[in-house]
Each structure stands twice: as C-alpha cells, then as structure tokens.
C-alpha cells in the first residue's frame, strides 16, 4: 500500500513470492498426491486395508520374552 517511488518493485517481487508459495502448495499437497495415487499400482497393500503379507506373518507368531542386550 506504500505510495513512494519504490514501491512498485517490492509490488511486483511481492506478488513473485506469493504466486511462488500458492504454486508449491498446489504441487505438494494436491497434484504430486493425485499423481502418485494414478501410477502407482493398483494393488498396493494399503488400499484394500491389508498390512504386508511379512507383517501378518509376524502378528501370527508367538512373542516370547526378549533376550538381554550383550555389553557392548
């Protein structure tokens, strides 16, 4: 809102700074995801809610206790 002679400038790189931070949020958080999300494939273990076939085999075995850490 400034009205002195150089005020156009810092307009114009103001402008420039908000345009560059409006685009990066668009990218990061819109686009990137939506194009990840159409190449990736489409049987990835996180979309149909089953966790990774080692990860079900660990659930299913029986935890005993854990050894003490050796000395170092």
Same mark, same amino acid.
């Given at each position: 809102? !400034? /009205?002195? +002679? @150089? !005020?156009?400038? %810092? #307009?114009s /790189? @103001?402008?420039v700074v908000i345009g $560059?931070?409006? #685009? #990066?949020l668009v990218l990061t958080l819109l686009l990137i995801p939506n194009i990840y999300m159409w190449v990736a494939p489409k049987d990835h273990p996180s979309k149909n809610g089953v966790g990774h076939p080692a990860q079900e085999e660990l659930? /299913?075995?029986?935890? $005993? +206790? %854990?050894p003490a850490p050796s000395p170092s």
């Open positions: 809102l !400034a /009205l002195d +002679p @150089g !005020a156009s400038s %810092r #307009s /790189l @103001g402008i $560059g931070v409006l #685009s #990066s659930k /299913l075995q029986p935890q $005993g +206790p %854990r």
